[in-house]
């Protein structure tokens, strides 16, 4: 018969190399969830210092000008970016807020114009339209130097196909039937030099028919004997257009026969050549035809002892009223052309 011991309780004994492994496992546990811990809880720091970053640099770049809706600020000063803004290769550069302003001395300099020669009469006395000096000459123009022969003829009182009458001045000219144009050089002025030097200033009253040719002006006795001895006969020459410095008023005359039913009308004394006659009708301004003996015609009386208009080769108008229906009557008016 087994006798049992009875005393304290005892223990038992525990297996440390059992016990040791699960508190392995369980130390290593919780250091990884320390690590986990650790790494979780520090990563927020980091990712907002990108955030910074990432926002820092959209501020510090500038917008581009050419972008749509951008717009430089030329009045801001710049501001120092953040230290943590992305590299200068990755910022875009601000355009110049200000065009530079070029130096004065590299401005071209101002064109400067020559002063205009003063006119003889008020502007309005030309109309708006005028074009270039001389437009409405015939084969007569100004400015242009014209070369033929002089000849002499014996010019008795004056009188010749203009129907002038009688000249106190001797110092006329016959015109060659080409450059006459069937009278759109009556009343001319031009200045005729000879080869020796020699020159005059002659008025055109009368025309010279074929043969004479183009160039050709026949002098009045008078006037050659001013260029060379009357036995030379023809005499190289060249002439051109004068507008005179003196000159009296324009007369105007009715040729013989004139009424209210036909009418010829007649311009003497201008200083510059006739490029048309009007008269004022019911109708407004009616232009005259222009006959090779000087007398501008109204067929059907139209405008005879009315108003009349007068306009030169460089576009001037006279217009002039009070003149009466008298036949053969050289009636002075008190208007002349301005001097070119």
Same mark, same amino acid.
């Given at each position: 018969?087994?006798?049992?011991?009875?005393?304290?309780?005892?223990?038992?004994?525990?297996?440390?190399?059992?016990?040791?492994?699960?508190?392995?496992?369980?130390?290593?546990?919780?250091?990884?969830?320390?690590?986990?811990?650790?790494?979780?809880?520090?990563?927020?720091?980091?990712?907002? /210092?990108?955030?910074?970053?990432?926002?820092?640099?959209?501020?510090?770049?500038?917008?581009?000008?050419?972008?749509?809706?951008?717009?430089?600020?030329?009045?801001?000063?710049?501001?120092?970016?953040?230290?943590?803004?992305?590299?200068?290769?990755?910022?875009?550069?601000?355009?110049?807020?200000?065009?530079?302003?070029?130096?004065?001395?590299?401005?071209?300099?101002?064109?400067?114009?020559?002063?205009?020669?003063?006119?003889?009469?008020?502007? /309005?006395?030309?109309?708006?339209?005028?074009?270039?000096?001389?437009?409405?000459?015939?084969?007569?123009?100004?400015?242009?130097?014209?070369?033929?022969? %002089?000849?002499?003829?014996?010019?008795?009182?004056? !009188?010749?196909?203009?129907?002038?009458?009688?000249?106190?001045?001797?110092?006329?000219?016959?015109?060659?039937?080409?450059?006459?144009?069937?009278?759109?050089?009556?009343?001319?002025?031009?200045?005729?030099?000879?080869?020796?030097?020699?020159?005059?200033?002659?008025?055109?009253?009368?025309?010279?028919?074929?043969?004479? %040719?183009?160039?050709?002006?026949?002098?009045?006795?008078?006037?050659?004997?001013?260029?060379? !001895?009357?036995?030379?006969?023809?005499?190289?020459?060249?002439? /051109?257009?004068?507008?005179?410095?003196?000159?009296?008023?324009?007369?105007?005359?009715?040729?013989?026969?004139?009424?209210?039913?036909?009418?010829?009308?007649?311009?003497?004394?201008?200083?510059?050549?006739?490029?048309?006659?009007?008269?004022?009708?019911?109708?407004?301004?009616?232009?005259?035809?222009?006959?090779?003996? !000087?007398?501008?015609?109204?067929?059907?009386?139209?405008?005879?002892?009315?108003?009349?208009?007068?306009?030169?080769?460089?576009?001037?108008?006279?217009?002039?009223?009070?003149?009466?229906?008298?036949?053969?009557? %050289?009636?002075?008016?008190?208007?002349?052309?301005?001097?070119?």
């Amino acid at each position: 018969m087994r006798t049992t011991r009875h005393g304290g309780t005892e223990l038992p004994k525990v297996h440390w190399r059992t016990v040791g492994i699960p508190l392995a496992v369980l130390a290593v546990g919780v250091a990884v969830c320390l690590a986990a811990a650790l790494l979780t809880g520090g990563g927020d720091a980091p990712r907002r /210092t990108a955030d910074v970053s990432v926002t820092a640099a959209k501020t510090s770049v500038q917008p581009d000008s050419g972008s749509p809706g951008a717009t430089a600020d030329a009045t801001t000063a710049p501001t120092r970016p953040p230290a943590t803004s992305p590299p200068p290769s990755l910022r875009t550069p601000k355009p110049s807020p200000r065009t530079p302003k070029p130096s004065v001395a590299s401005k071209p300099p101002a064109p400067t114009r020559s002063p205009r020669a003063a006119s003889s009469t008020p502007p /309005t006395s030309r109309p708006a339209s005028a074009g270039t000096a001389g437009s409405l000459a015939g084969r007569i123009k100004p400015a242009v130097r014209y070369r033929g022969v %002089a000849t002499a003829y014996e010019a008795a009182d004056g !009188n010749g196909a203009c129907l002038y009458g009688p000249s106190g001045d001797m110092m006329i000219a016959a015109m060659n039937h080409t450059d006459y144009e069937s009278a759109k050089a009556c009343g001319a002025y031009v200045q005729v030099r000879a080869a020796n030097g020699a020159s005059i200033t002659v008025r055109i009253v009368n025309e010279c028919p074929l043969p004479c %040719a183009p160039g050709q002006i026949d002098l009045s006795h008078q006037a050659f004997s001013k260029l060379a !001895n009357l036995s030379v006969g023809r005499l190289p020459i060249t002439w /051109t257009l004068l507008s005179p410095a003196s000159s009296g008023k324009i007369s105007i005359r009715y040729k013989d026969g004139s009424s209210q039913y036909w009418c010829g009308i007649q311009a003497i004394g201008h200083r510059n050549p006739l490029a048309a006659l009007e008269v004022k009708t019911a109708k407004g301004w009616q232009k005259l035809h222009r006959t090779d003996y !000087n007398y501008f015609l109204s067929t059907d009386g139209s405008g005879c002892g009315k108003a009349i208009r007068l306009t030169d080769i460089y576009g001037e108008r006279l217009t002039i009223d009070g003149i009466a229906l008298k036949p053969d009557v %050289a009636q002075p008016t008190r208007v002349q052309f301005a001097r070119h």
